[in-house]
């Protein structure tokens, strides 16, 4: 299985303020996926970052609220913008390989 | 919509006291259903895939199944370590990206000594 890395593990910011979260994976991967995992709720796609095309978007996210990266195969970057404390939460990458395997997550907290 | 969920919210459990986690599930059509185990502070880790009614997979004291409508993840002779809480997601054939999961809250077993 993939080996998913995730840059911070975890951060405290300031409402107004932007993050941005890393991913990276040790094997070339087509599709990546960006998750949310907010407290008491279950784990919800944000969007899917794929290889030299846009990021597409799940109802209710926006690109100008988290706008993502992959400028190549093994990795990719999720900034949560205009940060609310509502933004607080666990964001995991996944990428898929013959399963989809998920990144340890990156813990935020808006104040 | 898909729609998956998850009962009991919580479980207690002694060690060796056999019990089964529930997945209820709602899809148009099902490519997969999907369990993981996730511990504190870590990503959800795959257990098991299964794509079709009457499909089981077995792994150390786990074992899904699966129905139409719901999908069961029996424990037997649970330890202290199958503590985490228990994820189910489906994957289906209506609209979106053809790889997304949609999961329920989750079962939070914990195994006393």
């Known amino acids: 299985s993939a080996v998913i890395s995730q840059k911070p593990s975890r951060d405290i910011c300031q409402r107004g303020t932007s993050l941005t979260i890393q991913c990276q994976v040790d094997?070339?991967?087509?599709?990546m996926f960006w998750y949310r995992q907010q407290p008491g709720q279950s784990l919800t796609l944000i969007a899917t970052?794929?290889?030299?095309?846009?990021?597409?978007?799940e109802s209710g996210f926006v690109i100008d609220k988290f706008p993502i990266s992959r400028p190549n195969l093994t990795f990719s970057t999720l900034t949560v913008s205009n940060m609310s404390p509502e933004d607080s939460s666990i964001y995991l990458c996944?990428?898929?390989?013959?399963?989809?395997?998920f990144g340890p997550g990156t813990r935020l907290t808006v104040l | 919509e898909d729609q998956v969920t998850q009962s009991p919210e919580a479980l207690r459990l002694q060690e060796g006291e056999s019990s089964s986690l529930n997945c209820s599930y709602t899809?148009?059509?099902?490519?997969?259903l999907f369990w993981y185990r996730q511990d504190p502070g870590k990503g959800p880790e795959f257990l098991f895939t299964?794509?079709?009614a009457g499909e089981e997979k077995e792994k150390e004291r786990l074992k899904a199944t699966l129905t139409k409508k719901e999908s069961f993840l029996h424990i037997t002779a649970p330890k202290p370590e199958d503590s985490a809480t228990y994820l189910c997601?489906?994957?289906?054939?209506?609209?979106?990206?053809?790889?997304?999961?949609?999961f329920g809250k989750g079962t939070l077993l914990t195994v006393n000594p």
């Open positions: 996944s990428v898929v390989q013959h399963q989809q395997f």
């Open positions: 094997s070339q991967v087509t599709m």
């Open positions: 970052a794929n290889q030299g095309s846009e990021a597409t978007y």
């Open positions: 899809v148009s059509g099902l490519r997969g």
């Open positions: 299964l794509y079709s």
């Open positions: 997601a489906v994957q289906g054939t209506s609209g979106g990206s053809n790889y997304k999961l949609t």
